[in-house]
């Protein structure tokens, strides 16, 4: 699917399956905040990308998803390098899915999400 924002920010879809996807990016100046430390809407991006990456595939073809809540936790400052964003499928119920992501740089984990994804079909529920 093509993804403007994530082409944007330089994201690449390195696996997509039902209930998984693995992304990665390469840290650039332009991600940096001015502080030099990658911008926390860059991992953020990345985990909500890789969430709906990885649930898209287990929607029918009429079916979308959108984001309800995203939370993450930032353990550690990322200045460089390339970051890798895991995801798998918590839970898909026939409304409501919950995903985790796994954000990495060099196999340390930089950063954990949750989140939640509306799953509906377009005009069907007023949306």
Known sequence: MHHPFAEHIDLAVEEQRAGFSKLSLVVGTRHLNPHGVVHGAIAYAMADTGMGAALYPTLSTEQICATIEVKINYFKP????????????????????NLTSKIYVDDKLVALANGNYAIFTPGKSGV
């Open 78 to 97: 990322i200045v460089s390098g390339r970051l890798v964003c895991v995801t798998e499928l918590v839970n898909r119920g026939k409304a409501v899915a």
